[in-house]
Nanobody
Framework: VQLVESGGGLVQPGGSLRLSCAAS????????MSWYRQAPGKERELVAA????????HYADFVKGRFTISRDNAKNSVYLQMNSLKPEDTAVYYC??????????????WGQGTQVTVSS
């Protein structure tokens, strides 16, 4: 299992970023995929998850209405569109593979993470 994130960087408050995760080594279309984040000194937390077919999603309350998770099974990729970014969104963002189909656990394998910094 390999998960490689990209798209992180420095953005001003109110700005947008799109994270991508390229997956390989497993049947991507069979698994729940998710995004987590970890800020300095804090525990890793779920941001969003999407079912294997992409039809069902789950979001943490702190990102509802601002972030959108999506996937392209033809490209073995999952995305996180982040809008209206706030300084408190600053964290390392991790792509994760969950269980087959839909549901918890949302993460059993992790990528290496990509840094997102929201600052003026």
């Amino acid at each position: 299992v390999q998960l490689v994130e990209s798209g992180g960087g420095l953005v001003q408050p109110g700005g947008s970023l799109r994270l991508s995760c390229a997956a390989s080594g497993f049947t991507f279309s069979s698994y729940t995929m998710s995004w987590y984040r970890q800020a300095p000194g804090k525990e890793r937390e779920l941001v969003a998850a999407v079912s294997s077919a992409g039809g069902t999603t789950h979001y943490a309350d702190f990102v509802k209405g601002r972030f959108t998770i999506s996937r392209d099974n033809a490209k073995n990729s999952v995305y996180l569109q982040m809008n209206s970014l706030k300084p408190e969104d600053t964290a390392v963002y991790y792509c994760a593979r969950g269980r087959i189909g839909w549901g918890t656990p949302y993460a059993t394998y992790w990528g290496q993470g990509t840094q997102v910094t929201v600052s003026s």
